[in-house]
C-alpha cells in the first residue's frame, strides 16, 4: 500500500519562496517516478514537474527557473523548492508516485497574494 502526505503550504507573499514535501511510504520509491501537480477551482489539475528514481527532471514552462523538484530516497521523500512566486501560483498542489498505478496525495494549499 503506498500513501502519500503532502506539507509545506502556506500563504505568502509575491516573490517569496516555499517547499514542499512529500513523504511516501511502500516500497519501490527509490525506482519509481516522483511528480507535482497542481489544480485550483473549475480547472483541470496541471503537471507541474517531475523527477525519475536516477533523478532525471522536467518543468512545466510556467515554472521553469522558478521550481526545483529534488528526491531524498534514504527518506523516502520529494521536495519543490517554489521561488519567486506568482500569484497565479496560487493553487492545491499534489505529488503523484507512477509505479504500475498512479498513486495521489492528499494535497497542500499554496496562496500567494500580491
Known amino acids: 500500500q503506498v500513501q502519500l502526505v503532502e506539507s509545506g503550504g502556506g500563504l505568502v507573499q509575491a516573490g517569496g519562496s516555499l517547499r514542499l514535501s512529500c513523504a511516501a511510504s511502500g516500497m519501490f520509491f527509490s525506482i519509481s517516478t516522483m511528480s507535482w501537480y497542481r489544480q485550483t477551482p473549475g480547472k483541470q489539475r496541471e503537471w507541474v514537474a517531475s523527477?525519475?528514481?536516477?533523478?532525471?527532471?522536467n518543468y512545466a514552462d510556467s515554472v521553469k527557473g522558478r521550481f526545483t523538484i529534488s528526491r531524498d530516497n534514504a527518506k523516502n521523500t520529494v521536495y519543490l523548492q517554489m521561488d519567486s512566486l506568482k500569484p497565479e501560483d496560487t493553487a492545491v498542489y499534489y505529488c503523484?508516485?507512477?509505479?504500475?498505478?498512479?498513486?495521489w496525495g492528499q494535497g497542500t494549499q499554496v496562496t500567494v497574494s500580491s
Open positions: 523527477i525519475t528514481g536516477p533523478g532525471s527532471t
Open positions: 503523484r508516485l507512477d509505479r504500475v498505478q498512479y498513486y
